[in-house]
């Protein structure tokens, strides 16, 4: 599968650095139906091509987060952008209205699956809360400016879950 095959269409991500940069995947027109495919064929891609996609995730690293409903029960996997504080990996979500559902999961329950480049990995995640959440934001919005005019601009604290890798499964 070549870089873009899954992607097409979709903007570019490298060099954003501010929030409502147009080109940015949350800044897109998405229905639900567009995104649900989207994630799919990034799945797809990534697991086709050792953990490697195109289009708006070429160049960054991506994990696959496989979670349990916190009501379903059913298994939901998301591709996501992690970011590292020290080696400690962690996730957020720039989505405006409410928590990603893969929040409320983990908040649910926190045994989660990895899938980082061509490993697979049992994990455990941690929904940040109380004093944990604020030492870690505090860092996080000093440290990334995308996060930082993003949380600028919203009226909730920015989502943020720190993974632990158990081991490769």
């Known amino acids: 599968m070549s870089e ?3 992607t097409v269409g979709q903007p570019d991500q490298t060099g954003i650095t501010d ?7 949350w800044n897109q027109t ?3 139906d567009s995104i649900v495919s989207w994630n799919d064929d990034v799945i ?3 697991r086709e091509n050792s953990g490697k996609v195109g289009g708006a995730y070429a160049g960054g690293d991506l994990i696959l987060l496989t979670t349990t409903g916190a009501k379903s029960g059913k298994r939901h996997t998301t591709p996501l952008g992690p970011l590292y504080r020290d080696g400690i990996m962690y996730v957020s979500s720039f989505i405006e209205d409410n928590y990603p ?3 409320y999961n983990i908040k649910a329950n926190p045994q989660v699956t990895v899938e980082l480049r061509d490993k697979t990995y049992a994990a455990t995640g941690k929904v940040l809360e109380g004093p944990d959440y604020d030492e870690f934001a505090t860092w996080v919005l000093a440290n990334n ?3 930082a005019d993003y949380q600028s601009k919203v ?3 920015v ?3 720190v993974l632990t890798l158990d081991g490769e499964g």
């Open 145 to 147: 400016p995308v996060l």
């Open 4 to 6: 873009t095959d899954s």
């Open 101 to 103: 559902a893969w929040w």
């Open 44 to 46: 797809k891609e990534f």
């Open 30 to 32: 998405w229905d639900q």
């Open 155 to 157: 009226d909730r604290p």
């Open 159 to 161: 989502p943020l879950v």
């Open 19 to 25: 929030y409502n940069d147009p080109n940015a995947p």
